[in-house]
């Protein structure tokens, strides 16, 4: 393969970036569709390379090509080198993040259809991808950096993109201001690393931290950093607020971001730099730790929320806090393949959303019911990703949420249990949200207009938005049986301390070991619960918010998160705390000795002024008396 084919991956996107920002916006304005095509075609053309790309890894000794570097940065003896770093899990994430990006590209194309922001959509979405690309492949913290950054601005571009709209436009500030706290934490752990050890290079402090040249306190201490900025990028407790927020993006946005890019980027991380992770006991269960909470933290209140988006936002902060636990618990193999999956059903589930959105004018479920006739092609795709989110034999979701399962209870029995209780929400929650969507009669639609489109008639979505939810849905039935053999782990590499037990290496070994057939059940019964209260209404879903009223209002209320941190963190801690001492600080002591000065020097210069009387005999007496002070001194001291 030509060196250049790697490069050309994120490359391209950029190209198509700077075409559409200085060409076609300028000249052909009232053309929008050209942004399209050039978008899909960049992506479409990265994604046939990534595709190259893998079967390359796939069939090199060691599954690693061997990309020459190029000289980036000297900064006097310091030389900062540019390359590549493609291995088995850069040409995963390149197949997944092309490949998604190039369905949501191809999707909104019906979805922004008449946008007068078709354009710049369009840029923004080329921004974004080619920073999640660059960061994949980079293969050293500086260059990584540059591209983590930059999937944070493209975030907060799509995110704001209609800033028109306030709660857009606060929505992008909040992803971009909560985020950068996490960001602290990676930057502060780059210089750490590069203070103890002279090198940005990825693969130089793999094997710094697999000799034991690089342990201890420092060891621990930077991948706790870094895994600050996976939490603010992937969404996990306490940075999670962000994420439901981020809704007020178009809704292609959403899926891009909630299926390869921004989040997937933090789980990636910790993927990449797991040896530092893997040789500090401490930093490793703190990922597992928090991944496990998080799981059944979202989880909780996705149970309530009436937004089918917020349901899908929340259900992505508890499946990314399932693959940090799967990386805690058994390895890079284990979180990887959930991330692998979970892309594809997570993103159809966006598009579905978008389509009902496109049809019914409404997010609002309460405001949906009787869609699966009016919309087939959308109702059976749902269907299929959420039975796949649910972890449904033999959908995709189900061989990597169990991988999960077997590592957890293997190594941490408390964080297995809480991820079993999460299954069972999980199943409930998606359930809740088809028989309210696409169950029962219609039940108005856009009469409140927050949509993004706006109603009419019920209808099925365009083909362009049908087909590439159809090729979702293939793959997420499809995407996890790469692993029924172990030959994705083995691709991979385990990565962890614990063997893979049972049904994990081989499709028989579900008939042996019972925790595959305990989830089905526990999520069966999440299942069973949303039909007997939503469709068959044998249960009064009113009486049970009514009988559970303190957990329902906290769960919908979001724990007040928001509240603590918008109203007691920023108002009274910072702005009526912090920030008003500074500024008395600064009006009274910093601007008071300026002023302070200014004053004394204009009161000396008035004293100076009235001694210029003009009468010689002063100034002659005034010269006789520092003649006769400079002889005594003389005199004295000589």
């Excluded at 940005?200 to 931290?209: R, S, V, Y």
């Excluded at 936002?313 to 499946?319: K, L, M, N, R």
């Excluded at 008071?592 to 005999?617: D, K």
Aim: net charge neutral; charged share 10%; aromatic share 14%.
């Amino acid at each position: 393969m030509p060196h250049q084919v790697p490069w050309l991956i994120f490359l391209l996107p950029f190209l198509s970036l700077i075409i559409i920002s200085f060409v076609l916006r300028p000249f052909f304005n009232n053309r929008p569709k050209l942004g399209g095509y050039v978008t899909i075609g960049a992506i479409g053309i990265s994604f046939i390379f990534s595709l190259w790309v893998l079967l390359e890894v796939f069939a090199t000794p060691g599954h690693k090509l061997d990309i020459p570097d190029i000289q980036w940065l000297v900064i006097g003896d310091l030389t900062v080198q540019v390359g590549l770093l493609v291995d088995s899990l850069t040409a995963v994430m390149l197949v997944v993040v092309t490949l998604v990006s190039l369905m949501v590209q191809i999707y909104s194309q019906g979805y922004m259809h008449g946008d007068p922001g078709y354009h710049r959509y369009f840029a923004f979405m080329s921004l974004f991808t080619a920073c999640m690309l660059g960061l994949v492949m980079a293969d050293n913290l500086v260059f990584m950096f540059l591209f983590w950054e930059g999937v944070g601005l493209g975030s907060y571009l799509l995110i704001g993109f209609w800033f028109h709209r306030p709660s857009a436009a606060n929505a992008a500030k909040k992803a971009f201001i909560v985020t950068r706290f996490g960001d602290f934490g990676f930057l502060v752990a780059i210089l750490l690393l590069f203070y103890n050890t002279g090198t940005f290079n990825i693969e130089e402090l793999h094997g710094l931290a697999v000799a034991g040249a690089l342990a201890g306190t420092i060891l621990t201490w930077a991948a706790i950093g870094i895994f600050a900025g996976a939490v603010g990028k992937s969404a996990q407790f306490p940075l999670h607020v962000w994420l439901p927020d981020a809704m007020e993006g178009p809704t292609p946005v959403s899926a891009l971001i909630h299926a390869a890019t921004m989040v997937a980027a933090g789980v990636f991380l910790v993927a990449r730099m797991f040896p530092l992770f893997e040789h500090s006991h401490a930093a490793l269960t703190t990922v597992a730790v928090i991944g496990g909470f998080t799981a059944i933290f979202a989880a909780s209140m996705g149970l309530v929320m009436t937004d089918i988006k917020r349901v899908l936002a929340y259900s992505t902060i508890s499946q990314l806090g399932y693959m940090m636990l799967g990386l805690g618990v058994g390895g890079v193999a284990v979180g990887i393949f959930h991330l692998f999956n979970h892309a594809f059903f997570k993103a159809l589930l966006f598009l579905g959303a978008g389509s009902v959105n496109h049809s019914t004018g409404t997010f609002d479920m309460r405001e949906m019911g009787g869609l699966r006739k009016a919309m087939p092609w959308t109702y059976i795709t749902f269907l299929i990703a959420s039975l796949s989110l649910a972890g449904i034999w033999p959908l995709a979701g189900f061989w990597s949420k169990d991988e999960v399962l077997v590592y957890s209870f293997a190594n941490n029995p408390i964080l297995f249990y809480l991820a079993m209780i999460t299954v069972f929400m999980t199943a409930f929650y998606m359930f809740r949200a088809i028989f309210m969507t696409f169950g029962g009669e219609y039940r108005g639609g856009a009469a409140s207009g927050h949509g993004e489109h706006g109603g009419g008639k019920l209808h099925e979505s365009p083909m362009v938005m049908v087909v590439p939810m159809v090729i979702l849905a293939v793959l997420s039935v499809a995407s996890g049986w790469v692993n029924v053999t172990g030959s994705f782990s083995q691709f991979l590499g385990h990565g962890g301390h614990v063997e893979a037990h049972g049904f994990i290496d081989g499709f028989l070994g579900i008939l042996t070991h019972p925790l595959p057939l305990i989830s089905l059940l526990v999520a069966g019964l999440g299942i069973f619960l949303a039909y007997a209260m939503y469709s068959a209404k044998w249960i009064s879903a009113e009486a049970v918010g009514r009988v559970f009223k303190p957990l329902h209002t906290l769960f919908y209320m979001k724990y007040w998160f928001d509240e603590l941190y918008e109203r007691v963190i920023v108002v009274r801690v910072l702005v009526d705390g912090i920030f008003a001492a500074l500024s008395v600080f600064d009006s009274r002591v910093v601007d008071g000795a300026v002023n302070g000065v200014a004053r004394g020097t204009n009161e000396a210069s008035g004293v100076m002024r009235r001694a210029q009387t003009g009468q010689l005999q002063a100034y002659g007496i005034a010269i006789a008396i520092g003649v006769i002070a400079i002889a005594v001194c003389f005199y004295l001291f000589s």
